[in-house]
Protein backbone atom coordinates (compact mmCIF):
# COMPACT_ATOMS: atom_id res chain seq x y z
CA UNK A 1 0.00 0.00 0.00
CA UNK A 2 1.61 3.14 -1.11
CA UNK A 3 1.97 5.86 1.45
CA UNK A 4 -0.29 8.50 1.09
CA UNK A 5 -1.03 10.95 3.88
CA UNK A 6 -4.79 9.34 3.83
CA UNK A 7 -3.37 5.77 4.21
CA UNK A 8 -0.90 6.47 6.69
CA UNK A 9 -3.58 8.63 8.81
CA UNK A 10 -5.66 5.31 8.24
CA UNK A 11 -3.31 2.69 9.55
CA UNK A 12 -3.00 5.19 12.70
CA UNK A 13 -6.30 5.43 13.39
CA UNK A 14 -6.58 1.64 12.97
CA UNK A 15 -3.78 1.35 15.67
CA UNK A 16 -5.25 3.80 18.07
CA UNK A 17 -9.03 2.21 17.86
CA UNK A 18 -7.71 -1.42 18.75
CA UNK A 19 -4.36 -1.05 20.71
CA UNK A 20 -4.69 2.16 22.63
CA UNK A 21 -8.86 3.70 23.43
CA UNK A 22 -11.76 1.54 24.72
CA UNK A 23 -14.43 0.19 22.97
CA UNK A 24 -17.31 2.36 22.16
CA UNK A 25 -15.22 5.65 21.90
CA UNK A 26 -15.98 7.91 19.43
CA UNK A 27 -12.32 8.68 17.50
CA UNK A 28 -11.91 9.63 13.93
CA UNK A 29 -8.48 10.55 12.54
CA UNK A 30 -8.73 14.50 12.98
CA UNK A 31 -10.17 14.10 16.42
CA UNK A 32 -8.47 15.72 19.19
CA UNK A 33 -6.14 13.03 21.29
CA UNK A 34 -6.26 14.88 24.13
CA UNK A 35 -9.62 15.46 24.42
CA UNK A 36 -10.24 11.29 23.56
CA UNK A 37 -8.29 10.58 26.82
CA UNK A 38 -4.62 9.85 24.62
CA UNK A 39 -1.95 11.00 27.25
CA UNK A 40 1.63 11.51 26.26
CA UNK A 41 1.99 7.79 27.68
CA UNK A 42 0.48 6.43 24.77
CA UNK A 43 1.44 9.18 22.34
CA UNK A 44 4.81 7.20 23.04
CA UNK A 45 3.03 4.51 21.76
CA UNK A 46 1.89 5.96 18.67
CA UNK A 47 5.17 7.15 17.74
CA UNK A 48 6.78 4.42 18.36
CA UNK A 49 4.67 2.29 16.29
CA UNK A 50 5.46 4.79 13.17
CA UNK A 51 9.29 3.89 13.82
CA UNK A 52 8.20 -0.18 13.35
CA UNK A 53 4.90 0.69 10.58
CA UNK A 54 6.93 3.75 8.52
CA UNK A 55 10.51 3.04 9.03
CA UNK A 56 10.69 6.54 10.07
CA UNK A 57 11.91 7.95 13.40
CA UNK A 58 9.95 11.15 14.34
CA UNK A 59 12.82 13.97 15.29
CA UNK A 60 13.07 15.81 18.62
CA UNK A 61 12.45 19.44 15.96
CA UNK A 62 9.34 17.70 15.06
CA UNK A 63 7.57 16.69 18.41
CA UNK A 64 5.66 19.44 18.98
CA UNK A 65 2.05 20.31 19.85
CA UNK A 66 0.70 20.67 16.63
CA UNK A 67 2.37 17.22 15.16
CA UNK A 68 0.81 15.35 17.87
CA UNK A 69 -2.99 16.77 17.90
CA UNK A 70 -4.73 14.64 16.38
CA UNK A 71 -3.44 11.54 13.97
CA UNK A 72 -4.32 13.78 10.70
CA UNK A 73 -1.65 15.90 12.31
CA UNK A 74 0.93 12.92 13.02
CA UNK A 75 0.20 11.43 9.46
CA UNK A 76 1.30 14.35 8.04
CA UNK A 77 4.24 14.70 9.97
CA UNK A 78 5.24 11.68 9.29
CA UNK A 79 4.32 11.93 5.31
CA UNK A 80 6.47 14.62 4.91
CA UNK A 81 9.70 12.79 6.35
CA UNK A 82 8.88 9.82 4.26
CA UNK A 83 9.23 12.65 1.26
CA UNK A 84 12.48 14.03 2.71
CA UNK A 85 14.40 11.00 3.43
CA UNK B 1 -25.83 -8.81 37.60
CA UNK B 2 -27.36 -9.40 40.98
CA UNK B 3 -25.95 -8.12 43.87
CA UNK B 4 -24.90 -11.67 45.20
CA UNK B 5 -23.71 -13.23 42.16
CA UNK B 6 -20.12 -10.96 42.12
CA UNK B 7 -17.09 -13.07 41.82
CA UNK B 8 -13.98 -11.35 40.45
CA UNK B 9 -10.04 -13.00 40.65
CA UNK B 10 -8.51 -9.85 42.06
CA UNK B 11 -5.36 -8.43 39.67
CA UNK B 12 -2.13 -8.60 39.84
CA UNK B 13 -1.69 -5.18 40.61
CA UNK B 14 -4.20 -5.60 43.32
CA UNK B 15 -2.41 -8.21 45.15
CA UNK B 16 0.57 -6.01 45.17
CA UNK B 17 -1.64 -3.43 47.07
CA UNK B 18 -2.70 -6.18 49.47
CA UNK B 19 0.91 -7.18 49.97
CA UNK B 20 2.07 -3.41 50.97
CA UNK B 21 -1.44 -3.05 53.24
CA UNK B 22 -0.55 -6.02 55.05
CA UNK B 23 3.66 -5.08 55.58
CA UNK B 24 2.69 -1.45 56.65
CA UNK B 25 -0.15 -2.49 58.77
CA UNK B 26 2.64 -4.74 60.13
CA UNK B 27 4.33 -1.99 61.04
CA UNK B 28 1.51 -0.17 63.10
CA UNK B 29 0.73 2.48 60.43
CA UNK B 30 -3.04 2.30 59.06
CA UNK B 31 -3.56 0.77 55.86
CA UNK B 32 -3.01 1.89 52.02
CA UNK B 33 -6.39 3.91 51.75
CA UNK B 34 -6.30 6.04 48.42
CA UNK B 35 -8.16 9.37 48.83
CA UNK B 36 -9.52 11.92 47.15
CA UNK B 37 -10.98 14.86 47.96
CA UNK B 38 -13.04 17.89 46.50
CA UNK B 39 -13.80 20.80 48.15
CA UNK B 40 -17.00 22.78 46.71
CA UNK B 41 -17.67 26.19 47.10
CA UNK B 42 -21.38 26.30 49.48
CA UNK B 43 -22.02 23.61 51.62
CA UNK B 44 -22.98 19.74 50.72
CA UNK B 45 -25.79 18.30 52.40
CA UNK B 46 -24.56 15.37 54.04
CA UNK B 47 -28.02 13.72 54.12
CA UNK B 48 -28.73 14.42 50.69
CA UNK B 49 -24.75 12.89 49.86
CA UNK B 50 -25.91 10.13 52.16
CA UNK B 51 -29.06 9.33 49.79
CA UNK B 52 -27.02 9.84 46.77
CA UNK B 53 -24.36 7.05 47.80
CA UNK B 54 -25.92 4.37 50.20
CA UNK B 55 -29.19 4.56 47.13
CA UNK B 56 -26.31 3.83 44.78
CA UNK B 57 -26.69 -0.18 44.70
CA UNK B 58 -23.00 -0.35 42.63
CA UNK B 59 -21.28 1.94 45.71
CA UNK B 60 -22.89 -0.08 48.01
CA UNK B 61 -21.86 -3.50 46.63
CA UNK B 62 -18.08 -2.74 46.33
CA UNK B 63 -18.68 -1.18 49.45
CA UNK B 64 -18.83 -4.24 50.94
CA UNK B 65 -17.22 -6.59 49.22
CA UNK B 66 -14.56 -9.21 51.00
CA UNK B 67 -11.71 -11.63 49.29
CA UNK B 68 -12.02 -14.39 49.97
CA UNK B 69 -9.60 -17.66 48.23
CA UNK B 70 -10.63 -19.26 45.27
CA UNK B 71 -9.22 -22.14 42.53
CA UNK B 72 -5.38 -21.98 43.70
CA UNK B 73 -5.76 -19.85 46.57
CA UNK B 74 -6.66 -16.75 44.11
CA UNK B 75 -7.40 -14.10 45.59
CA UNK B 76 -11.05 -13.27 44.48
CA UNK B 77 -13.72 -10.42 45.47
CA UNK B 78 -16.63 -11.83 46.57
CA UNK B 79 -20.09 -10.21 46.86
CA UNK B 80 -21.81 -10.28 50.21
CA UNK B 81 -25.19 -10.57 50.57
CA UNK B 82 -25.70 -8.42 53.43
CA UNK B 83 -24.21 -5.56 51.75
CA UNK B 84 -23.23 -2.03 54.25
CA UNK B 85 -24.08 1.53 53.34
CA UNK B 86 -20.61 3.46 52.63
CA UNK B 87 -19.63 5.15 55.94
CA UNK B 88 -20.38 8.88 55.49
CA UNK B 89 -18.46 11.19 57.92
CA UNK B 90 -19.41 14.39 58.96
CA UNK B 91 -17.07 16.74 60.80
CA UNK B 92 -18.72 19.95 61.18
CA UNK B 93 -16.09 22.02 62.88
CA UNK B 94 -12.95 23.68 60.73
CA UNK B 95 -10.77 21.14 60.39
CA UNK B 96 -7.90 20.80 57.90
CA UNK B 97 -8.39 17.90 55.12
CA UNK B 98 -5.03 16.89 55.62
CA UNK B 99 -5.42 15.12 58.98
CA UNK B 100 -8.13 13.11 57.61
CA UNK B 101 -6.86 9.57 57.60
CA UNK B 102 -9.04 7.03 57.39
CA UNK B 103 -8.16 3.25 58.39
CA UNK B 104 -10.01 1.04 56.03
CA UNK B 105 -9.35 -2.76 56.62
CA UNK B 106 -10.01 -4.92 53.46
CA UNK B 107 -12.06 -7.53 54.41
CA UNK B 108 -14.82 -5.42 57.21
CA UNK B 109 -16.93 -5.05 54.57
CA UNK B 110 -16.37 -1.14 54.22
CA UNK B 111 -13.74 -0.70 51.38
CA UNK B 112 -15.08 2.83 50.60
CA UNK B 113 -14.96 5.94 53.74
CA UNK B 114 -16.43 9.38 52.76
CA UNK B 115 -15.50 12.35 55.27
CA UNK B 116 -17.59 15.21 54.53
CA UNK B 117 -15.84 18.38 56.11
CA UNK B 118 -18.61 21.56 57.06
CA UNK B 119 -17.20 24.71 56.39
CA UNK B 120 -18.57 28.06 57.11
CA UNK B 121 -18.97 28.72 53.60
CA UNK B 122 -17.48 25.59 51.53
CA UNK B 123 -17.37 22.04 52.16
CA UNK B 124 -15.01 19.30 51.38
CA UNK B 125 -15.85 15.35 50.49
CA UNK B 126 -12.79 12.82 50.86
CA UNK B 127 -13.59 10.02 49.27
CA UNK B 128 -11.33 6.99 50.66
CA UNK B 129 -11.37 3.66 49.38
CA UNK B 130 -8.82 0.78 50.00
CA UNK B 131 -6.45 0.99 47.43
CA UNK B 132 -7.26 -2.91 46.40
CA UNK B 133 -10.52 -1.98 45.65
CA UNK B 134 -9.36 0.98 43.40
CA UNK B 135 -6.54 2.84 41.76
CA UNK B 136 -6.32 6.71 41.47
CA UNK B 137 -8.57 6.76 38.14
CA UNK B 138 -11.12 4.26 40.12
CA UNK B 139 -11.72 6.93 42.94
CA UNK B 140 -12.33 9.20 40.22
CA UNK B 141 -14.76 7.45 38.96
CA UNK B 142 -16.58 6.68 42.05
CA UNK B 143 -16.59 10.82 42.45
CA UNK B 144 -18.18 10.82 39.23
CA UNK B 145 -20.76 8.34 40.05
CA UNK B 146 -21.26 10.21 43.11
CA UNK B 147 -21.90 13.18 40.96
CA UNK B 148 -23.89 11.20 38.49
CA UNK B 149 -21.60 12.44 35.13
CA UNK B 150 -21.00 8.50 34.64
CA UNK B 151 -22.70 4.80 34.97
CA UNK B 152 -19.86 2.19 36.26
CA UNK B 153 -18.71 -0.69 34.64
CA UNK B 154 -17.58 -4.05 35.36
CA UNK B 155 -14.63 -4.31 33.20
CA UNK B 156 -12.02 -5.51 35.85
CA UNK B 157 -8.86 -6.23 34.00
CA UNK B 158 -5.78 -4.59 31.92
CA UNK B 159 -5.01 -6.69 28.56
CA UNK B 160 -2.78 -8.61 30.04
CA UNK B 161 -4.39 -9.67 32.52
CA UNK B 162 -6.99 -11.10 30.39
CA UNK B 163 -4.47 -12.20 27.46
CA UNK B 164 -4.05 -15.82 27.53
CA UNK B 165 -0.14 -16.42 27.31
CA UNK B 166 2.23 -19.70 26.99
CA UNK B 167 3.54 -20.50 30.21
CA UNK B 168 6.87 -19.86 28.78
CA UNK B 169 5.94 -16.42 27.35
CA UNK B 170 4.61 -15.62 30.57
CA UNK B 171 7.72 -16.78 32.49
CA UNK B 172 10.19 -14.64 29.77
CA UNK B 173 8.20 -11.50 30.63
CA UNK B 174 8.32 -12.49 34.71
CA UNK B 175 12.29 -12.98 34.56
CA UNK B 176 12.23 -9.61 32.64
CA UNK B 177 10.73 -7.65 34.89
CA UNK B 178 12.12 -9.34 37.93
CA UNK B 179 16.03 -8.63 36.39
CA UNK B 180 14.90 -4.88 35.86
CA UNK B 181 13.13 -4.20 39.40
CA UNK B 182 15.46 -6.12 41.63
CA UNK B 183 19.00 -5.78 39.78
CA UNK B 184 19.18 -2.32 41.63
CA UNK B 185 20.58 -0.67 44.87
CA UNK B 186 18.93 2.13 45.26
CA UNK B 187 19.41 4.75 47.93
CA UNK B 188 16.99 5.21 50.62
CA UNK B 189 16.31 7.52 53.10
CA UNK B 190 18.95 5.36 56.18
CA UNK B 191 17.00 5.48 59.35
CA UNK B 192 14.27 2.95 58.46
CA UNK B 193 11.40 1.77 60.62
CA UNK B 194 12.00 4.12 63.66
CA UNK B 195 8.62 2.90 64.61
CA UNK B 196 7.05 6.46 63.66
CA UNK B 197 3.63 5.67 62.37
CA UNK B 198 2.31 9.25 61.52
CA UNK B 199 1.90 10.89 57.84
CA UNK B 200 2.63 14.58 57.14
CA UNK B 201 1.07 15.83 54.36
CA UNK B 202 2.35 18.95 52.19
CA UNK B 203 0.93 20.25 49.09
CA UNK B 204 2.54 22.68 46.47
CA UNK B 205 -0.38 24.76 44.48
CA UNK B 206 0.83 26.98 41.17
CA UNK B 207 -1.97 29.37 39.47
CA UNK B 208 -3.17 28.12 35.99
CA UNK B 209 -0.49 30.91 34.91
CA UNK B 210 2.42 29.46 36.59
CA UNK B 211 1.16 26.06 35.19
CA UNK B 212 1.58 27.54 31.80
CA UNK B 213 5.17 28.64 32.37
CA UNK B 214 6.28 25.25 33.91
CA UNK B 215 4.91 23.38 30.70
CA UNK B 216 6.86 25.89 28.43
CA UNK B 217 9.60 25.25 30.93
CA UNK B 218 9.58 21.85 30.52
CA UNK B 219 9.26 21.71 26.81
CA UNK B 220 12.57 23.83 27.16
CA UNK B 221 14.31 21.36 28.94
CA UNK B 222 13.62 18.66 26.44
CA UNK B 223 9.91 17.15 27.95
CA UNK B 224 8.74 17.31 24.51
CA UNK B 225 5.83 14.68 24.89
CA UNK B 226 5.97 13.41 28.21
CA UNK B 227 6.07 16.03 31.08
CA UNK B 228 6.52 13.33 33.57
CA UNK B 229 10.07 13.50 32.62
CA UNK B 230 10.40 16.94 33.40
CA UNK B 231 8.77 16.71 36.79
CA UNK B 232 10.37 13.70 37.97
CA UNK B 233 13.62 15.40 37.18
CA UNK B 234 12.96 18.20 38.91
CA UNK B 235 11.84 16.36 42.10
CA UNK B 236 15.16 14.36 41.88
CA UNK B 237 17.14 17.23 41.81
CA UNK B 238 15.20 18.98 44.20
CA UNK B 239 15.22 16.00 46.73
CA UNK B 240 18.69 14.95 45.60
CA UNK B 241 20.17 18.49 46.85
CA UNK B 242 17.91 18.36 50.25
CA UNK B 243 16.63 15.27 51.94
CA UNK B 244 19.30 13.45 50.22
CA UNK B 245 21.77 15.70 50.46
CA UNK B 246 24.22 13.37 52.65
CA UNK B 247 24.24 10.69 50.34
CA UNK B 248 25.97 10.40 46.94
CA UNK B 249 24.56 7.40 44.99
CA UNK B 250 21.41 6.97 42.57
CA UNK B 251 17.82 7.11 42.92
CA UNK B 252 15.40 4.15 41.96
CA UNK B 253 12.19 5.43 41.00
CA UNK B 254 9.25 3.05 39.91
CA UNK B 255 6.34 5.09 38.12
CA UNK B 256 3.25 3.57 38.21
CA UNK B 257 1.27 3.91 34.90
CA UNK B 258 -1.77 3.28 33.65
CA UNK B 259 -2.68 0.46 31.82
CA UNK B 260 -6.73 0.98 31.21
CA UNK B 261 -7.66 1.36 27.82
CA UNK B 262 -8.22 5.24 27.16
CA UNK B 263 -11.39 6.61 26.99
CA UNK B 264 -12.89 4.38 29.83
CA UNK B 265 -13.45 6.59 32.64
CA UNK B 266 -16.29 3.96 34.14
CA UNK B 267 -14.41 0.71 35.33
CA UNK B 268 -14.16 1.36 39.24
CA UNK B 269 -12.94 -1.80 40.59
CA UNK B 270 -9.10 -2.90 40.59
CA UNK B 271 -6.19 -1.53 39.98
CA UNK B 272 -5.15 -1.05 36.54
CA UNK B 273 -1.33 -0.31 37.02
CA UNK B 274 2.12 -1.46 35.71
CA UNK B 275 5.28 1.09 36.18
CA UNK B 276 8.00 2.06 34.26
CA UNK B 277 11.36 1.93 36.40
CA UNK B 278 14.17 4.69 36.12
CA UNK B 279 17.57 4.72 37.37
CA UNK B 280 19.18 8.24 37.98
CA UNK B 281 22.36 8.47 39.05
CA UNK B 282 23.48 11.55 41.42
CA UNK B 283 25.99 12.54 38.46
CA UNK B 284 23.10 13.00 36.07
CA UNK B 285 21.08 15.48 38.26
CA UNK B 286 23.65 18.65 38.23
CA UNK B 287 21.31 19.75 35.45
CA UNK B 288 17.82 19.83 34.47
CA UNK B 289 17.78 19.53 30.98
CA UNK B 290 20.50 16.31 30.90
CA UNK B 291 18.57 14.94 34.16
CA UNK B 292 14.92 15.69 31.82
CA UNK B 293 16.60 14.08 28.77
CA UNK B 294 18.35 10.88 30.84
CA UNK B 295 14.86 9.93 32.25
CA UNK B 296 12.43 10.54 28.78
CA UNK B 297 15.50 8.22 26.66
CA UNK B 298 14.72 5.42 29.91
CA UNK B 299 10.89 6.13 29.48
CA UNK B 300 11.07 5.94 25.64
CA UNK B 301 13.46 2.47 25.43
CA UNK B 302 11.29 0.83 28.11
CA UNK B 303 8.06 1.80 26.00
CA UNK B 304 10.11 0.33 23.03
CA UNK B 305 11.42 -2.77 25.24
CA UNK B 306 7.27 -3.06 26.85
CA UNK B 307 8.38 -3.21 29.92
CA UNK B 308 5.27 -2.11 31.52
CA UNK B 309 3.93 -5.33 30.03
CA UNK B 310 6.73 -7.50 31.46
CA UNK B 311 5.99 -6.11 34.42
CA UNK B 312 2.15 -6.55 34.65
CA UNK B 313 2.94 -10.52 34.04
CA UNK B 314 5.27 -10.19 36.99
CA UNK B 315 2.89 -8.75 39.21
CA UNK B 316 0.50 -11.73 37.24
CA UNK B 317 2.68 -13.99 38.42
CA UNK B 318 2.97 -12.45 42.28
CA UNK B 319 -1.43 -13.72 42.55
CA UNK B 320 -0.39 -16.53 42.55
CA UNK B 321 1.85 -16.89 45.90
CA UNK B 322 0.51 -16.14 49.30
CA UNK B 323 1.17 -13.05 51.13
CA UNK B 324 3.43 -15.17 53.42
CA UNK B 325 5.77 -15.67 50.79
CA UNK B 326 6.91 -11.69 50.53
CA UNK B 327 7.14 -12.28 54.27
CA UNK B 328 10.81 -12.92 53.84
CA UNK B 329 11.17 -10.04 51.29
CA UNK B 330 10.26 -7.79 53.74
CA UNK B 331 12.66 -9.46 56.42
CA UNK B 332 15.59 -8.24 54.03
CA UNK B 333 17.82 -5.52 55.73
CA UNK B 334 16.16 -2.85 53.03
CA UNK B 335 12.68 -3.93 54.91
CA UNK B 336 11.13 -4.55 51.64
CA UNK B 337 12.18 -0.30 50.21
CA UNK B 338 13.17 -1.19 47.11
CA UNK B 339 12.77 2.31 45.83
CA UNK B 340 14.60 5.23 46.57
CA UNK B 341 11.21 7.35 46.64
CA UNK B 342 7.63 6.99 45.18
CA UNK B 343 6.33 9.49 42.19
CA UNK B 344 2.92 9.33 40.84
CA UNK B 345 2.08 11.79 37.74
CA UNK B 346 -1.80 11.18 37.31
CA UNK B 347 -2.06 14.16 35.07
CA UNK B 348 -5.57 16.10 35.06
CA UNK B 349 -7.81 14.87 37.72
CA UNK B 350 -11.85 15.12 37.10
CA UNK B 351 -10.96 16.15 34.00
CA UNK B 352 -14.00 18.78 32.56
CA UNK B 353 -15.53 18.17 35.83
CA UNK B 354 -17.02 21.69 37.08
CA UNK B 355 -19.68 21.41 39.59
CA UNK B 356 -20.31 18.28 42.15
CA UNK B 357 -23.91 17.75 43.79
CA UNK B 358 -24.81 21.22 42.21
CA UNK B 359 -21.81 23.43 43.76
CA UNK B 360 -18.93 24.58 41.83
CA UNK B 361 -15.68 22.87 42.26
CA UNK B 362 -12.95 25.07 44.11
CA UNK B 363 -10.18 22.24 44.33
CA UNK B 364 -9.32 19.27 43.58
CA UNK B 365 -6.50 16.77 45.98
CA UNK B 366 -4.98 13.06 45.15
CA UNK B 367 -4.30 12.37 48.65
CA UNK B 368 -1.21 9.63 48.36
CA UNK B 369 -1.18 6.61 50.10
CA UNK B 370 0.79 5.45 53.07
CA UNK B 371 4.39 6.32 52.21
CA UNK B 372 5.79 3.79 54.41
CA UNK B 373 8.31 2.31 52.55
CA UNK B 374 10.30 4.47 51.36
CA UNK B 375 8.87 7.41 53.48
CA UNK B 376 8.67 9.83 50.97
CA UNK B 377 6.01 9.77 48.26
CA UNK B 378 5.10 12.78 45.53
CA UNK B 379 2.29 13.07 43.62
CA UNK B 380 1.71 15.62 40.68
CA UNK B 381 -1.61 16.25 39.60
CA UNK B 382 -3.54 19.17 37.70
CA UNK B 383 -7.37 20.16 37.97
CA UNK B 384 -8.70 23.18 35.78
CA UNK B 385 -5.05 23.33 34.86
CA UNK B 386 -3.39 24.33 37.46
CA UNK B 387 -0.60 22.10 38.92
CA UNK B 388 0.02 20.78 42.23
CA UNK B 389 2.53 18.75 44.07
CA UNK B 390 1.29 16.54 47.13
CA UNK B 391 4.31 14.86 49.00
CA UNK B 392 3.40 12.58 51.70
CA UNK B 393 6.09 11.64 54.37
CA UNK B 394 7.12 10.22 57.46
CA UNK B 395 7.96 12.75 59.81
CA UNK B 396 9.90 10.28 62.29
CA UNK B 397 12.19 10.15 59.17
CA UNK B 398 11.86 13.06 57.12
CA UNK B 399 11.91 16.59 58.92
CA UNK B 400 9.27 19.10 57.89
CA UNK B 401 12.47 21.80 57.93
CA UNK B 402 13.91 19.13 54.97
CA UNK B 403 10.29 19.27 53.40
CA UNK B 404 10.19 22.87 53.40
CA UNK B 405 13.78 23.29 51.53
CA UNK B 406 12.63 20.76 49.27
CA UNK B 407 9.63 22.49 48.42
CA UNK B 408 11.48 25.67 47.80
CA UNK B 409 14.15 24.28 45.36
CA UNK B 410 11.51 22.09 43.83
CA UNK B 411 9.74 25.53 43.22
CA UNK B 412 12.75 27.42 41.79
CA UNK B 413 13.58 24.95 39.23
CA UNK B 414 10.03 24.76 37.96
CA UNK B 415 9.75 27.68 37.78
CA UNK B 416 12.53 29.61 37.80
Known amino acids: MENTKENISQTLTGFVKTTILAQGVVFESSSNLAKTGVDSYSVIEIILFVERQFGVTIPDTHLIAENLNSVDAIASCVYTLLNTK | MSATDFSYKISGADKFQLLLDRHIRLRGYIGNVISLGIEVKGRINADELRKVVNENTFLTQINSLKIEEGFLRIPRWKAQANQKPVKIIEHPSEQDAVDIKPDIKVNSGNLLHLDLLQNKSNSTLIISAHHVLADNMGIQAIAKIIAGNIQPAFTPFTKEENEAVSIVRQLVYTLKAT ?70 DSFFIPVPQNQRLRGNEQTVLGNHLSFLFYTIPFNKLTN ?129
Do not use: W
Not at chain 2, 179 to 203: M, Q, W, Y
Not at chain 2, 313 to 336: A, E, H, I, M, Q
Open chain 2, 179 to 248: RLVFNKTPKKLAKLLLGETETGSHIIRFTQEETKQIEQNAVKNGARISKSAFYLAATSMALQQTVFAKTS
Open chain 2, 288 to 416: LTEATEFINEQMMQQVRDKSPKSYSYLLKTFRFLPLSVYDFFFKLPTKGAVCSFLFSDVGETLSGMKTFMGKEITEVLNYPPNPCPPHITFVVMKHTGALKIITAYNPGVISSYEITRFEEKITELLLP
